[in-house]
């Protein structure tokens, strides 16, 4: 899916209104609609329910003023809140002149707010993408008696005081959504950390936008679902044999992390892979042999930590980091890695802590090589702390772009920045996935897709994040959030793989 700007989301409005030759009072109207049809369905209104409607004195007013009409007809309870302003758009004056004359129009003042008491929800209809300041004055005070309130709060479109695609001035109101009912694409604010506290649950409500003045507008920042991935893994053909799927090298663990190394290889073989050889400080031998029977063991010399690279040549992808620690030796094997590779290259944890360490060696990066830091790891790989996501996210495609490489940002939304510039949110995961080991079986995973010879690095790269997410989706119900470990996400790999797979 589309993250379109503020921008384009209008163009996109009036592209279906020209297409479908409707007036933007129907899109109003069904915009509308489908938040009246959430309200009664999901969110279970009843007849008893306390709701009220806040509009500003915009067409997101304009949609609060159809949703206040809708369940008024329908016999709610409805209590109807207009913010003051000099100017209203056009749909807005339009759909005022159509409330019944039974649904009473009150006026929000300084001292008349709408009263809150226990299981009150509130619509939030004050401002949507067409917001171009913080808020201030009666909409924020406005904001601020319904944040400090109890009340269950729906936000049509997006929370009101909230840019769509940028950070607001600090301590600027920003309505708390406990939901956010958005049209059709979600927005990019919605994925950013940042936000979490604003938006809320947020759902996408299809209005019938036009598909294909969609796939005509040029965006760079996309949704990734797993619709759009279906296809992307090639089956494995019936005539198939281990050389198809590739060799893959995976260089990890020191003492006391040769987990990190089990978990990564048993990923790496559960996505497929044709063969695997893992390269463990001699401590770990004994331990991957029992652990991950199918894969080959190579240990390095030395007892502690790798000392030494192995002769490449075999590999079809060659994956580095988890538990690895950062042993000057260790860095020397990750420099003479980074000089000799042919082959793409997966790098995480402490080889990213190295690369950060000693920057010079970024420029040895082979093209095409898939970075899997968390934002601590992006911000010693760059050396510099974010202002803010959106400056974080700019980092990421800087970084991409200077390197030539595919750099993640690990998150509850993945980030994964191309050397194009474009970039790919992952729709998969669930916040059980934030323990020990997670991290670790990512790796594995993508360099099992990196080491497929039928599959490009931008595909490996988007199938790989979004498998990883849905394992862990999949074994949620058999854990528990709080008992999901990262050997559980190994186990479901498989069949989170086999949903994307080529019919
Ligand atoms: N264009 C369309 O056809 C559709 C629009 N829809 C709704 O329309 C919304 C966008 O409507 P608009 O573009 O009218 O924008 P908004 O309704 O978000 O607000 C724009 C109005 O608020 C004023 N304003 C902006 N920031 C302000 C601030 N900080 N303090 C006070 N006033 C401020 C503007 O001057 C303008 O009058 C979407 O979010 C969505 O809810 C939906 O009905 C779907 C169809
Ligand atoms: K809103």
């Not at 269950?152 to 920003?174: E, F, K, M, R």
């Not at 082979?366 to 959106?390: I, N, Q």
């Not at 997670?438 to 594995?444: C, E, N, Y």
Request: net charge negative.
């Amino acid at each position: 899916m589309k993250l379109l700007s503020a921008a384009q989301t209008r163009a996109l409005d009036q592209a279906t209104i020209q297409a479908q030759h409707i007036t933007s009072a129907d899109l109003m109207e069904r915009a509308a609609g489908a938040v009246t049809n959430w309200l009664l369905d999901e969110l279970l209104l009843d007849y008893d329910t306390e709701i009220q409607v806040c509009c500003g004195p915009g067409n997101n007013g304009g949609d609060g003023l159809v949703v206040a009409r809708q369940l008024h007809r329908a016999g709610y309870p409805v209590q109807l809140w207009l913010l003051p302003a000099a100017r209203h758009s056009t749909d807005f004056t339009h759909q005022k002149q159509q409330l019944p004359t039974g649904l009473a129009v009150r006026q929000i003042a300084p001292d008349n707010l709408p009263t809150i008491t226990a299981g009150t929800v509130v619509v939030d209809a004050l401002f949507g993408t067409g917001l171009s300041r913080p808020l201030e004055g009666l909409a924020a005070a406005l904001v601020r008696h319904l944040n400090d309130s109890d009340a269950t709060v729906v936000a049509v479109d997006i929370p009101s005081g909230l840019y769509a695609d940028a950070t607001q001035p600090a301590d600027s109101a920003v309505m708390r959504a406990t939901y956010t009912l958005s049209f059709e694409l979600p927005k990019l604010a919605f994925l950013l950390p940042q936000n979490a506290s604003f938006v809320g649950d947020w759902r996408l409500l299809p209005i019938g936008l036009d598909a294909q003045a969609i796939q005509n507008m040029a965006c760079a920042i996309h949704f990734v679902t797993a619709d759009e991935l279906r296809g992307r893994l090639p089956k494995r053909p019936k005539f198939s044999h281990k050389g198809t799927f590739g060799h893959a090298l995976l260089l990890a663990g020191s003492k006391g992390k040769i987990g990190a190394a089990v978990l990564a290889t048993q990923a790496c073989l559960r996505a497929g892979v044709g063969l695997m050889t893992t390269r463990v400080p001699a401590v770990g031998y004994d331990i991957l042999q029992i652990s991950a029977p199918e894969a080959m063991c190579l240990a390095d010399p030395a007892t502690d930590f790798l000392t030494e690279l192995p002769d490449l040549t075999p590999y079809a992808a060659v994956g580095i980091g988890p538990g690895l620690g950062q042993h000057d030796d260790t860095r020397a094997v990750l420099r003479q890695l980074l000089e000799t590779a042919q082959v793409p290259l997966i790098i995480d944890a402490d080889a990213l802590n190295l690369l950060g360490a000693q920057p010079e060696l970024q420029q040895l990066l082979p093209p095409d090589s898939l970075l899997t830091p968390h934002p601590k790891e992006f911000e010693r790989l760059v050396g510099e702390p974010a202002r803010d996501d959106y400056h974080r996210l700019d980092q990421l495609r800087n970084f991409a772009g200077r390197t030539g490489c595919y750099c993640v940002l690990k998150g509850a939304y993945t980030a994964l920045a191309a050397p194009d510039g474009a970039l790919y949110f992952n729709s998969t995961g669930n916040p059980g996935m934030a323990s020990g080991g997670s991290g670790d079986v990512l790796t594995g995973l993508l360099l099992a897709l990196r080491a497929h010879q039928g599959i490009s690095p931008l595909a490996a790269a988007l199938v790989g994040l979004h498998a990883h997410g849905r394992a862990a989706d999949l074994a949620l119900p058999h854990t528990g959030h709080a008992g999901l470990l990262a050997s559980d996400i190994v186990r479901f790999i498989g069949p989170a793989l086999e949903e994307l797979m080529d019919e």
